[in-house]
């Protein structure tokens, strides 16, 4: 199956609105506008959006390259990009489907250190945001793929789906 155009107009255009806003909460900022706090709340919000998009990409690049087969968000407004199919993969491509998620995330945190800083409101509100992010992730993923990795069953739940639900 495809991946839908939809989603991926929908991910780049979250994420060019989330620079731009970025940006411009800087510029504002920097001119001591009566605009700088409502843009660096925009930005602040924008930026761990576009992360979270960034994570959930590198799931799918994770479970495409380990050959796992994916069932894509029909609707546009869907939190999640995809769901596994846990009938139809292995913990192999489970793990990989993770780990592609986790790679992404530290990235983007590597990338999101060098370029954000707490001189500028949003980038705060970003950085704390990104922090709560990484700390989900932690608390709900992680747990997850170390049981499979020591051999638990595939797990179920809104993000997965068995063989045509």
Same mark, same amino acid.
């Given at each position: ?26 510029? #504002? ?6 605009? /700088?706090?409502?843009?660096? &709340?925009? $930005?602040? %919000?924008?930026?761990? *959006? ?44 489970? #793990? ?6 986790? /790679?992404?995330?530290?990235? &983007?945190? $590597?990338? %999101?250190?060098?370029? *954000? ?13 990104a922090a709560l992010g990484v700390l989900a992730t932690l608390v709900l993923e992680v747990p997850v793929a ?20």
């Amino acid at each position: 199956m495809r991946l839908p155009r939809r989603l991926i107009v929908r991910d780049l255009g979250v994420i060019a609105l989330a620079l731009g806003v970025w940006r411009g909460s800087h510029v #504002l900022h920097d001119a001591a506008s009566a605009y /700088a706090w409502p843009a660096a &709340l925009a $930005a602040g %919000l924008l930026i761990p *959006l576009a992360a979270f998009l960034v994570h959930e990409w590198g799931h799918l690049v994770g479970a495409r390259a380990s050959g796992a087969r994916v069932v894509y968000a029909e609707r546009i407004r869907s939190v999640f990009l995809f769901r596994f199919d846990v009938a139809r993969n292995d913990r192999r491509q489970f #793990l990989a489907m993770s780990n592609g998620g986790f /790679a992404a995330s530290l990235l &983007l945190l $590597a990338l %999101l250190g060098t370029r *954000l800083s707490v001189r500028y409101p949003g980038d705060a509100i970003a950085l704390g945001f990104a922090a709560l992010g990484v700390l989900a992730t932690l608390v709900l993923e992680v747990p997850v793929a170390w049981r499979v990795w020591r051999g638990a069953a595939l797990p179920t739940g809104a993000a997965f789906v068995s063989g045509r639900d």
